[in-house]
């Protein structure tokens, strides 16, 4: 159920509470108490249907994004993702218009500090509600989006209005539709300040199978992944979970360790290696997060054999 926090004032509409577009469904196992720092709490769409907020770690702070796919589709299955797809989706496709409305009008609470009227946001500091960036993210692959190229002309078009502070766009991508053409047409219009995070969470086919159950293979990914970087830096994303109680062998962090290396070696821009696990509960209880010095652990690998900056997060 929808929560009214705050009436309207100044022109802008009241903040809502809705962990969800439209109604909220049964929550999924364990989501009840864990959620209570900003950091920890899940997307929250403000009674929205394509256009949510979220304070990420990995964003340093308060992201504003666009659910590329309400229809939650992926070619990927992986066992650590969020999206729980039991229930049947609310939306079919985003709607273009209604998502820059959505947009104008979160940007406008964001800098207008109504986010602070968010339970979970009420003690975080000015810092965390600082907008960091614009996504391009959501319940699936934004890539297989059909109104790619609209969504990001659209987003840039708010932008280019300048009734806000400007605003960084960020890609969030699994790689495997980089070389799509609407994509590529879409990202034509990033800019240098622009970024797109691609996902890179193993090393062999044989692990990607068990972390991403993918419909691709992981060298296509890798070709994607260089073929962008070759043109504009890419950030990785490589999130190692917890999987039955196991940490990825140290074979296979070897093995992704070397996927690094020749990416860069054969050309690919790479400012950062961001190395996190899984944070928020998901459907499937085998899946958790990966202790702290693992990570740690990762990211000096990376940094000693790769020279690639590399944080965890
Ligand atoms: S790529 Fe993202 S949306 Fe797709 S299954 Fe994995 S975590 Fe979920």
Same mark, same amino acid.
């Given at each position: 159920?929808?929560?009214?926090?705050?009436? !309207?004032?100044?022109? %802008? $509409?009241?903040?809502? @509470? #809705?962990?969800?577009?439209?109604?909220? /469904?049964?929550?999924? *196992?364990?989501?009840?108490?864990?959620?209570?720092?900003?950091?920890?709490?899940?997307?929250?769409?403000?009674?929205?249907?394509?256009?949510?907020?979220?304070?990420?770690?990995?964003?340093?702070?308060?992201?504003?994004?666009?659910?590329?796919?309400?229809?939650?589709?992926?070619?990927?299955?992986?066992?650590?993702?969020?999206?729980?797809?039991?229930?049947?989706?609310?939306?079919?496709?985003?709607?273009?218009?209604?998502?820059?409305?959505?947009?104008?009008?979160?940007?406008?609470?964001?800098?207008?500090?109504?986010?602070?009227?968010?339970?979970?946001?009420?003690?975080? !500091?000015?810092?965390? %509600? $600082?907008?960091?960036? @614009? #996504?391009?993210?959501?319940?699936?692959? /934004?890539?297989?989006? *059909?109104?790619?190229?609209?969504?990001?002309?659209?987003?840039?078009?708010?932008?280019?209005?300048?009734?806000?502070?400007?605003?960084?766009?960020?890609?969030?991508?699994?790689?495997?539709?980089?070389?799509?053409?609407?994509?590529?047409?879409?990202?034509?219009?990033?800019?240098?300040?622009?970024?797109?995070?691609?996902?890179?969470?193993?090393?062999?086919?044989?692990?990607?199978?068990?972390?991403?159950?993918?419909?691709?293979?992981?060298?296509?990914?890798?070709?994607?992944?260089?073929?962008?970087?070759?043109?504009?830096?890419?950030?990785?994303?490589?999130?190692?979970?917890?999987?039955?109680?196991?940490?990825?062998?140290?074979?296979?962090?070897?093995?992704?360790?070397?996927?690094?290396?020749?990416?860069?070696?054969?050309?690919?821009?790479?400012?950062?290696?961001?190395?996190?696990?899984?944070?928020?509960?998901?459907?499937?209880?085998?899946?958790?997060?990966?202790?702290?010095?693992?990570?740690?652990?990762?990211?000096?690998?990376?940094?000693?054999?790769?020279?690639?900056?590399?944080?965890?997060?």
């Amino acid at each position: 159920m929808q929560k009214l926090l705050t009436p !309207p004032v100044d022109g %802008l $509409k009241p903040v809502l @509470v #809705t962990g969800t577009p439209g109604p909220s /469904p049964p929550p999924m *196992p364990g989501r009840s108490s864990a959620f209570t720092t900003a950091f920890g709490c899940p997307r929250e769409f403000l009674g929205n249907r394509f256009v949510y907020v979220v304070i990420s770690s990995r964003a340093r702070g308060l992201s504003i994004g666009v659910n590329m796919n309400p229809d939650q589709r992926c070619d990927f299955d992986c066992p650590y993702c969020e999206v729980n797809r039991e229930p049947p989706v609310r939306e079919k496709s985003l709607e273009v218009d209604v998502m820059a409305a959505e947009l104008e009008e979160t940007l406008a609470l964001a800098h207008a500090g109504r986010l602070r009227d968010l339970p979970a946001y009420r003690q975080a !500091p000015d810092e965390l %509600l $600082k907008l960091r960036h @614009v #996504t391009l993210s959501g319940d699936g692959e /934004p890539t297989l989006c *059909p109104n790619f190229v609209a969504v990001v002309h659209t987003v840039i078009h708010v932008r280019a209005l300048g009734k806000f502070p400007f605003f960084k766009i960020v890609l969030i991508t699994n790689a495997t539709g980089l070389d799509l053409p609407p994509v590529r047409q879409g990202l034509e219009f990033f800019t240098a300040q622009d970024e797109v995070w691609a996902k890179l969470d193993a090393g062999t086919q044989a692990y990607m199978n068990r972390v991403n159950g993918p419909d691709c293979s992981l060298e296509k990914a890798l070709a994607n992944i260089l073929s962008l970087a070759r043109r504009r830096p890419v950030v990785i994303q490589s999130l190692f979970p917890l999987l039955n109680g196991c940490e990825p062998p140290p074979e296979e962090i070897a093995q992704y360790v070397q996927r690094l290396k020749e990416l860069k070696e054969r050309g690919a821009q790479i400012p950062l290696v961001q190395i996190y696990s899984a944070r928020r509960p998901t459907p499937l209880s085998d899946c958790s997060h990966l202790p702290l010095r693992s990570l740690s652990r990762i990211a000096q690998t990376v940094r000693n054999d790769t020279g690639l900056k590399a944080e965890v997060f």
